[in-house]
């Protein structure tokens, strides 16, 4: 759907028709105290010639590594065809049409979309998208009060494996909400949850697991899945979409499944863009459709009983219930669901079970060369998907400062949020075994010398 | 507009409630309301046993135009909701008085009728609504 912006013919016709001056008129009821007249430390705007260079700048500064970084942002091969769909200009929109009678094309996308991602799950509808696999966990937490309204204790309990921001962010948006969170104890060998230390009996309404775990190990979500639904909680997934080309899909998990599944979508054609724009997903058991938050495209019949595409579900949204709304989510985030979705149809079921597979060997192979230098061992034991945690007998940092020196980006240093002197490291299908030849090599070489 | 059941007292949020013979009473929503919510799709039902206020959210009606809260018009306790909504919520829609019932309530105080209506008020107050 195009946008044609209004003339000033039109602007004044319609601030005629409504009586009033200018269109700042409109927003006269906004003391004039709390209008801010110029923004601290944002420049005056420059023209196309000068931000086109400064950004050339900053893009040269960046340098070309090679990325072994993933922590939740996994840097995957994006066929070029995705991103010259998805900027055709029926498509290319900072705002998604969603008007049933114009956007025909941007509504079918979002419903393939969303039978993409069920497939994926295994679960049965999906939303449209959520911001990001963050905020998600919120939303997935704020949901589980609604639909699990027998429990009135607001706790959610988190396995060890949750990406330790998901948990920040999902506090900062939920807590205020009356919601708290709570980590399950952790086995230290494996770095997965502790089942013998489950407390029983703590009435939790939710109950959180990451698979693959944020340090890429991989839990027993069956026997967790089947424990939460004994303890009247529901079972909140967090899932790798790439992942789910070769793990189990969340709707599948111990004897009922889980009841609602998020995460974060960029590895599906999205590029790390130094951390964003992403995109969130999520997807649920039909039973509680009606406290997803977010928009929700279907298929139906027009008057001449052709196919179409409308949005769905509508009567809980912001703009008809208010501060009652299930959620102040009224969008998603259309542009990367739309090259999601691209992504997803020109890779295939087997492009993308080759992208897992070849990723999960390339960090086997990556681990393996660490783990052959003197002072780097496995931090836990166990299988891990595409994403290695690593101990090492010295600090992180300064060994990741002289590998940029080298064009490496080496991993992420796991010492501030789960344990001193780890690395989390991930090899996708981008990286050759040169390049991880190359990495094992210099990393190696930086042990021996002590340089770092 | 079809006659108002003259066993019935009304509330301004277009509910009604009956009596029982036990003590308890029987709460909907109006013709009026079901006729102005339009085709319901959804009924959201508490749970039996929960304790409810007066002017407290109780339930919520959802038609495919909005989701509508329905409000309870006294304190008491849930003993019986209308399950046969959750696969039939239309039943509000074409028998709202009878079979589209919502829940039934054991009042914790004596009810006072003076702050509710009787059939010729509330027909009188949705007279006025109309003009």
């Given at each position: 759907m195009p946008f044609i912006p209004h003339t000033k013919k039109d602007t004044s016709e319609m601030l005629q028709a409504i009586g009033v001056d200018s269109i700042a008129d409109l927003f006269d009821e906004i003391p004039p105290e709390l209008m801010i007249e110029h923004l601290p430390h944002v420049p005056p705007a420059v023209g196309e010639m000068e931000i086109s260079r400064l950004m050339r700048r900053r893009a040269k500064m960046d340098g070309s590594p090679m990325c072994f970084i993933g922590a939740g942002a996994y840097e995957h091969h994006i066929p070029t065809a995705v991103w010259d769909i998805a900027t055709r200009g029926e498509f290319y929109s900072a705002y998604t049409p969603y008007q049933a009678e114009a956007s025909q094309g941007t509504l079918q996308t979002i419903y393939e979309y969303q039978t993409m991602i069920t497939e994926l799950t295994g679960l049965d509808v999906s939303n449209a998208s959520l911001y990001d696999g963050a905020s998600a966990l919120a939303e997935a937490s704020l949901m589980s009060v609604r639909a699990n309204r027998r429990v009135k204790s607001g706790r959610i309990l988190l396995a060890p494996g949750v990406n330790p921001v998901y948990e920040q962010v999902a506090a900062a948006i939920a807590g205020a909400q009356g919601l708290t969170f709570e980590r399950l104890e952790q086995d230290a060998a494996s770095g997965n949850i502790d089942f013998n230390s489950l407390p029983d009996g703590r009435e939790p309404v939710a109950v959180v697991v990451q698979q693959p775990s944020f340090v890429g190990t991989l839990d027993d979500v069956d026997r967790l899945t089947n424990w939460a639904h004994e303890q009247g909680a529901m079972l909140i997934g967090i899932v790798n979409p790439t992942s789910l080309a070769l793990l189990r899909p969340p709707g599948q998990w111990g004897e009922a499944g889980a009841d609602i599944a998020i995460g974060e979508g960029q590895p599906l054609g999205v590029p790390m863009s130094s951390g964003g724009p992403y995109f969130g997903f999520m997807t649920c058991k039909q039973k509680h459709v009606r406290q997803m938050p977010g928009r929700i495209v279907g298929r139906t019949t027009d008057l001449e009983d052709k196919p179409g595409f409308a949005l769905t579900l509508q009567a809980r949204e912001q703009h008809i219930r208010r501060s009652k709304a299930t959620s102040n989510i009224c969008t998603n985030q259309g542009l990367m669901v739309t090259a999601a979705t691209i992504y997803m149809s020109l890779l295939g079921y087997d492009g993308l079970v080759g992208v897992a597979n070849t990723s999960q060997a390339n960090t086997a192979l990556l681990a393996e060369g660490l783990c052959g230098i003197e002072g780097v061992d496995r931090l836990y034991e166990g299988p891990f998907f595409h994403e290695v945690a690593l101990k090492l007998d010295r600090p992180v940092a300064p060994l990741l400062t002289a590998l940029a020196d080298r064009d490496i980006l080496g991993g992420f240093d796991l010492t501030s949020t789960v344990a001193t002197n780890a690395l989390l490291v991930c090899a996708t299908e981008t990286k050759t075994k040169a390049d991880i030849e190359a990495y094992v090599a210099a990393f190696a070489d930086l042990m021996a010398n002590d340089s770092a | 507009m079809s006659d108002l059941p003259g066993d019935l007292l009304y509330t301004n949020d277009h509910e009604w409630l009956r009596r029982e013979d036990d003590g308890s009473v029987t709460i909907g929503i109006t013709d009026h309301a079901q006729s102005a919510l339009g085709d319901l799709v959804y009924v959201e039902l508490p749970e039996v046993g929960l304790d409810i206020e007066e002017a407290g959210e109780m339930a919520v009606v959802e038609s495919v135009k909005a989701a509508s809260d329905v409000y309870a018009p006294i304190s008491g306790s849930i003993v019986a909701v209308n399950e046969a909504l959750a696969d039939d919520p239309e039943k509000i829609n074409s028998d709202p008085y009878g079979d589209g019932w919502i829940v039934r309530v054991q009042p914790s105080?004596?009810?006072?009728?003076?702050a509710l209506m009787s059939p010729d008020d509330y027909q009188t107050f949705i007279d006025e609504l109309d003009d």
């Open positions: - | 105080d004596t009810i006072d009728e003076s």
